[in-house]
């Protein structure tokens, strides 16, 4: 159900989790998407709270845990606020970093997400595009819920070193829309805007042709 890997560098222990198996979304790069459609999924479900005391007891000295949109989008997980609230009781708590569409939560959750992020945290939204763009790739991705997601937790979190990213991912249907959605970002409150190319997972008729990536940073202001 959870995928999980350490990785250590220096004075960095950092937990990649997966908190449920919960995702709304059917990326067609993602393997939960092609694992449903070979009739391999495992089942749907949480991770049990006495597995994630475990894993963050203080004997194991996390200093960064990472909800990474692996196999699940985090923000559908039924736990993880509760996770957030049992880190925020541990004394060397680690610093968060959560990956996310922002697709499908209502206001409320959003504040009480925020009530519960400390100051060195990280929210990433995975937005590729822009209303017309985004669902193309994150399959059944509702763009008012995503600008809702992202004006909220703007309105109700805002650390002193900043901590919401747009993480756009860069395909051949949406690479014009670059210098657009930069200033969207900046507009919203981002602290960063991150443009990346398309990876291995990338299906062919979406990898990036029509420009290179140099080209595409000259599209991109400083922020």
């Not at 541990?90 to 610093?95: H, K, V």
Request: net charge positive; proline share 4%.
């Amino acid at each position: 159900m959870q995928g999980l890997n350490w990785s250590l560098n220096g004075d960095t222990r950092r937990l990649n989790i997966d908190s449920s198996s919960r995702c709304n979304l059917s990326c067609p790069g993602c393997g939960r998407t092609r694992s449903i459609a070979a009739g391999t999924n495992g089942s749907i479900e949480d991770m049990p709270m006495e597995y994630f005391k475990a894993l963050v007891r203080p004997e194991n000295k996390i200093t960064d845990l990472t909800y990474n949109f692996a196999l699940s989008d985090p923000i559908y997980s039924g736990v993880i606020l509760d996770q957030i609230a049992h880190l925020n009781t541990l004394d060397d708590r680690p610093r968060i970093q959560v990956s996310t569409n922002a697709s499908g939560r209502k206001p409320k959750w959003w504040i009480k997400f925020a009530s519960l992020l400390g100051q060195r945290d990280r929210v990433d939204f995975a937005i590729d595009g822009l209303e017309d763009t985004n669902h193309i790739y994150r399959v059944n991705a509702k763009w008012d819920s995503v600008m809702l997601g992202a004006k909220t937790l703007r309105e109700n979190w805002n650390p002193p070193n900043g901590g919401m990213v747009w993480r756009y991912v860069i395909f051949e249907h949406n690479y014009h829309q670059v210098p657009e959605a930069q200033k969207l970002a900046k507009e919203l409150g981002f602290n960063k805007f991150r443009a990346i190319v398309g990876d291995k997972r990338t299906p062919k008729h979406m990898i990036l042709k029509s420009k290179t990536w140099e080209e595409v940073e000259v599209d991109l202001s400083e922020m």
